[in-house]
């Protein structure tokens, strides 16, 4: 059993109405804190009816202060949504005039593990839904298989304003909840899979099974090692792209992940610029702002491709010569057969250098001997680490993004 969008709106009005009916008079703003993947559809739904100010809060960094602290406990039985699975909808509630003056906080840990804030606003998301909607082409009736949480930036806009926007169905798979059995899944056919490259083993078992329009992928680096399975793959989606994108600025550019180019494209209405040696995104998906100045370095092309070199602040000094941890990384990876690969400077004046290197290799042990430093010297002039360590497996969080504290 499942609900459909206005089955799924019209529960979250009459939580507002019966709930929160003090919270709307004193005009409050919302702090969402939804702890499984039915409540929170259903806080997303009433989040987006609330006109005084939205704190999404995934992980419950925070306590409410002004706001009015909401979470599953207050949802009254017969108002859940009895599953993780939303029905396509021709009479879909479509009130996006009034999402034009909508203001959303998105709570995330950070880097640090301190709660961040990130401003965005209902014309900034819907500006990005109308260039993403175009790009993709998803028609009424179409199913959606979700695998990120509807939590996140990537995951809110592609798994649920997206399938709302387009009046098609989604279905989320929570991998919390234990094994999958794909047999079990709604759709024989999905026109799209929204995925991270941490769920790439499921997605591979996806394909063996399932007609599959167009493959999303987002949240983290895809990689060479999946991009090569992937092109090798008997039987591959329609089309495979990888988002590239922040929390902060939405998404930069997408690019195919069955082409051999690394290049990237910008989506529709995104420009980038440089101005006194910073990066902008001149983008309509940061309103009100114009533009935002860029976290990530990019190697911009003549004809308006770019590479993605990785964040600026993963810039490094040593023995007074600048270095980029990207390099490193590649570096690695290419010499341990595209392994997956982190690396940190641990800055320190007491070493002559100025600081020491430190990576991590997602491999079974392996020596690191003569030889590859050798192999690694002829890839990158920067310096060999000082530490490396082998892990079977990486910790990753929901959005497939490794976390290692270093």
Known sequence: MSLNWSQLFARAERMRDEVLHEAWAKELPLLLQPSTRPGSLLL???GFMWPF????DEKNLLRGGTAFRLDERLIPADLMPPSERIEADPVAPAFWSRLEEWQLTLCTSGSTGEPKRIQKTGAGLLAEVRDLAGIYGWREGDAILSLVSPLHIYG??????LPWFCRASVEFVNFQKGPIDIPDLASTRYAAVIAVPATWSFVKDLLNSRSLGTLVMSGAPFGAKRRGELQEFSRKPERAVEILGSTETGGIGMRSLLEPEDCFRCLPSVRIMEESGEQWVLSPYVQ???RWVLADRLEVKSDGRFLHQGRSDRIFKYAGQRYALAEVETALSRIHAHAETLAFFHRDDAVAQGGWLEAWI??????????VRRRYQAETPAPFPHRVHFMPSFPRDGQGK???LT
């Open 288 to 290: 009100p702002a114009t």
């Open 402 to 404: 490794v976390q290692i």
């Open 44 to 46: 997303l739904a009433l």
């Open 362 to 371: 997602e491999s079974d042990p392996l020596p690191v001997d003569a030889e």
């Open 53 to 56: 100010g939205v704190i999404l």
């Open 156 to 161: 809110l806009l592609h798994s649920f304003l």
